[in-house]
């Protein structure tokens, strides 16, 4: 999109020009400007110049019915002339702008001045031999010529670490952004649109819709191109994303037809011939326009970056790969509004700055000791004047101890933190492919672990969404099971195949089995399947009538909503007169009846009293099985006068009842067995269905969410409601308080109830740990619950687009096991980052520790810059790969959930770090200052300047790392288990790194000589490192043996990290870092209409761009606007569309139209 400026664009599209030539009756240009009129303008405008959609479909060569004929050569012409319908991705950021990223480490950048400093410095000679003496110390001791010149290895060494440090991290961040890529392509390629092509109906990738096919459009669907529509249903569209209007536009062939890429089908269904993909549609347009701000942002970017100071360069975010403002204000909404998402990221970030700063402090006192003793010792203590000639071997000193310092800090500063979790998740996320969970935001995987409720829906997650019709009552007569169509009376059949037929979406279908004896496939929606197959259960067939009757031939539709919840289709009669077919919940449908047909197939007069009678007899038994009732009716209407359609609430009533339907909706057979998984673990799992409440408590028993005998709430939404608004109707939360704890089944729920339920969850304060919850939506209208949630799960199969942009992680298979599965993963990421924490800190206190009491005591570090890089590499690298790709056990499932409050670092793992920093420091200390007689060699201490490297420090380095190799192992467990080495074989990662990293071990202590400040070891003094190591294991078991009750005092160790909920003014910069892992995925989100919402803020841009203001005004004005309108995104952040919905179905009319009657029956 960068890559193509608006000046080369038009050039190419006036070459365009001339291809009138080319076959088609439209040029590229004639059909941009004609897609950017609206309303009537449009239909005026198609009348006069093209002769209305039919005149437009035949300059484009396509036939309104059939669609394009599909012949290859006739596609590749079309995109030639009218582009491909994908919107180019900004170039991803080469190798050598990562290493350049990964370079602006702060502490990295000391590292390298001071090398530089000492580099300079060691190629200085003073002049005359006799300054040698009188600098005193300085030159110290024994040093040969040879010695001198080597002084240039140990700046060099300090460099190449620095390099390899970098191009680790640079080659990590290059992977991830691979990885990103990879996962963008996949939900790419998910995204798939019903097009007819050769008159048959197929799905076609995005990404192949050309200009001139006929796309279906239905509710819930993302418009994936800009059309003209030839035929439509009771079409609303929500166009907020492009014009930031809330209200549904209501499009019709004859008023307005004009269609835009990226706005909602919010209700209807219809069909449109498509004008303008890819770059030129209305949203690729503005795209081109936004790219255009992609480069002066980008310097924008870094002055902000220059100022967030270290702290934050640790917690570094990836900048994200589409650029441009609308990105950078999405994702300041994207982190305010997800504030609260990631637990653990929140965390961590704290962590990290607090040990930062504890490393600084230390490594400060460290230098300011060495300079000061040096200082002391050799001017106070011995009188030596200051002398010229000496300067810049005092100065090699001093850079010296300046080295030591920020090796210090090197260590102290965990740079693998945010590795080790960029790791985890991305291999989490990977993984989890396989089980069905494809995540769209990174650190929902990781939330999910804390989910302490999930809010399921019953249709196609609990159940198979196979749904086949298993009773019914017609004529007077309820039949357990479908009887013999002679069984039923010829008119009654008549119509109750014609109402079937007729009155269900067209692209419903039941099509054969993909192999031999497997059960036909349903398509479209199921419960519509479910009647299709009851009319060829009773030996009739669908599609005659079907082709009798076309769907443009469909006089008026009203199409099912949330707020009707039923569906009618009116058609003209051969005498000219009007028959509306009706299907919908069987307690709504009959209260609209006041006739049904008799035995014999006549209407007769249908008394409330036979209501209630018929509710008991015949609809509670049925929803006691299980099953979904569905009523079928009629009403015919005079030709004369022709009813006013439009007032629908005397056009839906008086109707004729012709038969109940019970659909059965098999549940799956793995959910009962993960929903008592998810009990165990700590998780409550609440059933939130549109179903009535005998069905749905029939279900949930079923499935073991409730068990008979307990004490739990199943109630429907009109109780709900009742129980939770006051006398003024307004929700409160401490109503709210006294349901949802024994809550577990709500039927009949509008969306809105589900998102009441799901925000007073969340906000309740009832319990000492805010709950996390997690829900699950497939509807258009579910979008507003799976914003809210902490993570929102769409169904993969079922789910409609709109589902899809608001949900966190997508289930593939639409199976509610796969969410235990994404419960586990979460858990492991959890105790992969604490299992890492856990080693990092051990180290890191250790080192610490050794390099600042060394300084001070002896003068200079027992652990050299060069070997504290090692380690540092080893500790933050290494083992962040090593720990953090262990695959989940079972075993995850059958703890509690931690909570938000709860300290990273667990009192068992401060009792770990303890323990093993203090054998740690035993050990070392002892052979600091005791191994020479031990071992019988000379003495490391107190060496002069550019001395040879001590065979005594060598071991102290060599025994260091030993012990952080086996502590490695130690690490695995962090719940005080006693078998660390179980499973151990099944991370192949985690071993190859332990033996790698100990060869390497063996080749820098061998041959890496002066750089590595190394001396080699012979084989005894070998067994004696590794030895020592070894004892670490021994230890590991002595610290497990310790109850953790003895140490009161640790509890408060741990503490340090509990996340402070985070004042308003604090929400910006932090979320800086805490976010990163929801800017991770943003990187790689090319999928233009993924973009969509993210344009919706871009408003202000389209309006200069129509009222045709330069570019640059654009820009300007965007820039203003980012900073203006972050405060209101905070409250925008479920687009408009929804709050229309939402007020819609709170209004008092329809509530009473949602909700069941009070039911009677008991199952």
């Known amino acids: 999109m960068g890559d193509m400026t608006n000046s080369d664009f038009y050039a190419k599209n006036q070459r365009n020009e001339g291809n009138h030539a080319a076959g088609f009756g439209c040029s590229l240009m004639e059909l941009r400007s004609l897609m950017e009129l609206r309303g009537s303008e449009a239909v005026v405008k198609l009348q006069e110049d093209y002769g209305g959609v039919e005149g437009l479909c035949k300059r484009l060569k396509t036939s309104p019915t059939e669609g394009l004929a599909g012949a290859q050569p006739d596609l590749d012409k079309r995109k030639e002339l009218y582009g491909r319908n994908l919107i180019p991705p900004k170039k991803p950021k080469t190798f050598l702008q990562l290493v350049w990223e990964a370079l602006q480490d702060v502490t990295l950048i000391i590292l390298e001045i001071a090398a530089l400093i000492s580099l300079g410095l060691s190629f200085y000679h003073p002049p005359g031999q006799a300054s040698g003496e009188s600098c005193g110390t300085a030159a110290g001791g024994v040093e040969d010529e040879g010695e001198a010149d080597a002084g240039w290895i140990e700046g060099a060494a300090i460099l190449l670490s620095v390099v390899c440090v970098v191009l680790v991290t640079a080659f990590n961040d290059w992977s991830k952004e691979k990885q990103f890529r990879g996962l963008q392509s996949r939900i790419e390629q998910e995204q798939k649109f019903q097009v007819v092509r050769g008159s048959q109906v197929i799905q076609l ?252 829906d019953k249709t196609g997650t609990l159940t198979t969404n196979r749904m086949t019709a298993v009773q019914c009552y017609v004529g007077d007569v309820h039949y357990k099971e479908i009887p013999d169509p002679g069984a039923l009376p010829p008119k009654s059949l008549e119509l109750l195949v014609n109402a079937i037929s007729i009155n269900s979406a067209y692209t419903t279908k039941i099509l054969p089995p993909d192999k031999e004896g497997g059960l036909p496939k349903q398509v479209g929606n199921k419960t519509e399947c479910g009647l299709l197959g009851l009319v060829l259960d009773l030996k009739r067939d669908y599609q005659p009538i079907r082709n009798q009757i076309p769907e443009e031939k469909l006089y008026k539709v009203y199409t099912f909503n949330s707020v009707r919840k039923s569906m009618s289709t009116v058609i003209k009669l051969p005498d000219g007169s009007f028959r509306m077919y009706s299907k919908g919940a069987s307690e709504i449908v009959l209260k609209k009846c006041n006739h049904i047909l008799s035995e014999v197939g006549e209407p007769r007069v249908f008394r409330p009293r036979d209501k209630d009678e018929m509710v008991k007899k015949v609809i509670e038994p049925m929803a006691c099985d299980g099953l979904r009732t569905i009523c079928v009716a009629y009403r015919d209407f005079p030709s004369d006068p022709e009813p006013n359609w439009d007032d629908e609430n005397n056009i839906l009533n008086d109707l004729v009842a012709i038969c109940v339907v019970g659909i059965e909706d098999p549940v799956r057979p793995e959910v009962p067995d993960a929903i008592q998984k998810c009990q165990r673990a700590g998780i409550t799992v609440r059933m939130v269905t549109g179903d ?91 979008g507003p619950a799976l914003k809210k949630a902490d993570v929102g799960f769409a169904m993969g199969i079922a789910g409609t687009d709109v589902a899809k942009e608001a949900s966190d992680i997508i289930l593939t298979d639409d199976n509610f096991s796969s969410i235990v599965k994404a419960v586990m993963w979460g858990r492991n990421v959890y105790d992969s980052i604490s299992k890492f924490l856990q080693f990092q800190l051990t180290v890191n206190v250790v080192a610490v520790i050794v390099a600042f009491t060394g300084a001070c005591i002896t003068q200079d570090s027992p652990l050299k810059a060069v070997q504290m890089l090692w380690v540092n590499l080893i500790m933050d690298t290494f083992a962040s790969l090593a720990l953090a790709t262990e695959p989940p056990t079972e075993s995850l499932l059958k703890r509690k959930p931690y909570g938000r409050n709860k300290p990273l670092i667990s009192s068992t793992m401060t009792k770990n770090i303890l323990g093993h920093g203090v054998y740690q420091l035993v050990i070392i200390f002892t052979l600091l200052f005791a191994g020479e ?71 820098i202590v061998q041959f890496g000589g002066k750089p590595f400040s190394c001396q080699p070891l012979d084989l005894e003094k070998w067994m004696w490192c590794v030895f020592l190591g070894l004892g670490e294991l021994v230890w590991g078991q002595v610290i497990a043996t310790i109850p953790n009750s003895r140490l009161r005092f640790l509890r408060r160790a741990g503490q340090l990290t509990q996340k402070d909920e985070l004042p308003e003014e604090d929400v910006n910069e932090e979320n800086e870092e805490i976010d990163h892992a929801e800017r991770e995925l943003r990187r790689g989100q090319i999928l233009w209409f993924r973009g969509l919402n993210r344009i919706q803020t871009q408003i202000e841009v389209v309006n200069t761009f129509k009222s045709g203001t330069s570019f640059q005004g654009a820009g300007a004005l965007r820039r203003q606007s980012s900073t203006t309108s972050q405060t209101q995104d905070v409250t925008n952040v479920s687009s408009p569309s929804h709050v229309s919905l939402s007020n819609a179905l709170s209004s008092p009319t329809s509530t009473t139209a949602a909700t069941a009657p009070p039911t009677t029956g008991q199952c």
């Open 205 to 456: 990738p995005v990404s192949d819709i050309l200009v001139g096919d006929i796309a279906q459009i239905k509710y819930g669907d993302l418009l994936p191109a800009d059309g003209v529509l030839i035929q439509g249903n009771d079409l609303k569209i929500d166009e907020s994303s492009l014009t930031g209007e809330s209200d549904h536009v209501k499009k019709s062939a004859d008023k307005d037809p004009m269609l835009l890429s990226g706005t909602h089908v919010m209700e209807g269904s219809g069909r449109m011939v498509v004008t303008a993909v890819g770059v030129n549609s209305q949203t690729g347009i503005i795209f081109t326009l936004l790219g255009a701000g992609v480069e002066e942002e980008e310097k924008k970017e870094k002055k902000v970056k220059k100022q967030d100071g270290a702290a934050a360069m640790e917690m570094q975010p990836l900048k994200s790969a589409e650029g441009g403002e609308a990105d950078d204000k999405e994702r300041k909404k994207v982190s305010v509004s997800k504030k609260e998402k990631s637990v653990l990221q929140g965390k961590l970030t704290k962590l990290a700055v607090q040990i930062g700063k504890a490393g600084l402090l230390m490594s400060a006192i460290t230098v300011i000791i060495l300079v000061l003793y040096f200082a002391i010792d050799n001017f106070v203590m011995q009188k030596r004047p200051w002398m010229p000639e000496c300067t810049p071997i005092y100065i090699q000193y001093f850079v010296k101890f300046f080295i030591i310092g920020v090796t210090v800090l090197v260590v102290a500063v965990p740079e693998g933190l945010p590795l080790a979790v960029t790791i985890s998740l991305a291999y989490s996320v990977k993984k989890m492919m396989k089980d069905n969970n494809l995540v769209r935001h990174l650190d929902a995987c990781e939330t999910m672990g804390n989910a302490t409720a999930i809010c399921s």
């Open 933 to 1003: 007689k031990i071992f019988d060699i000379d003495s490391g201490r107190n060496a002069p300047l550019h001395s040879p490297p001590s065979e005594h420090y060598t071991i102290i380095f060599n025994t260091f790392v030993m012990m952080q190799l086996f502590n490695e192992i130690n690490a695995r467990k962090i719940h005080g288990e006693r078998n660390v080495f179980d499973g151990i074989f099944r991370n192949p990662i985690f071993c190859s790194i332990v033996f790698g990293t100990f060869a390497v071990q063996i080749v």
């Open 692 to 782: 009535n409440i005998n069905t749905a408590r029939a279900i949930a028993i079923k499935c073991g969410i409730i068990h008979p005998g307990e004490d739990f709430l199943c109630i429907d939404g009109k109780e709900f409601n009742r129980r939770i608004r006051n006398e003024k109707g307004e929700v409160e939360q401490e109503r709210i308080d006294k349901v949802w704890p024994k809550l577990r089944v709500l039927a009949r729920s509008s969306p809105t109830d589900k998102h009441t339920l799901v925000k007073g969850i969340i906000d309740s304060t009832m319990a000492d740990q805010r709950q996390v919850v997690a829900v699950t939506g497939d509807g258009t209208n579910d």
